[in-house]
């Protein structure tokens, strides 16, 4: 994937996955078929930790925008993004850290 990633970007790509299943889920209601059909969700699985994921998959669903959760989301797919020749840490993403979980 060649995009740029940085935490605005992320947020604008987070925010339309939001409202595009949010438009899905206004149609029909059934989260369990709409996950088990769906493939939305997969370029964030590749770049998400497996702890974060559910977090991700209920901010998602949910609709969530809290700045917390977001910005825990967010610096986690950055925390663990490698770019060619450098690897973006903590300190280039924003000011929440591991141990300011949302849910812990």
Known sequence: NNILLNKENLREMLFTLQDKVAAKLSVDSDVDNFLDNTNL?????????????PI??????NNIRSDIVVDTIL???????VTPGRSVSAR????VKNNDHPFS
């Open 92 to 95: 280039d993403t924003g000011s």
């Open 41 to 53: 969700f997969d370029q964030w699985e590749a770049i998400l930790p497996d702890a974060e994921y």
């Open 75 to 81: 610096n986690s797919v950055l925390d663990n993004a």
């Open 56 to 61: 991700f998959i209920m901010a998602v669903l």
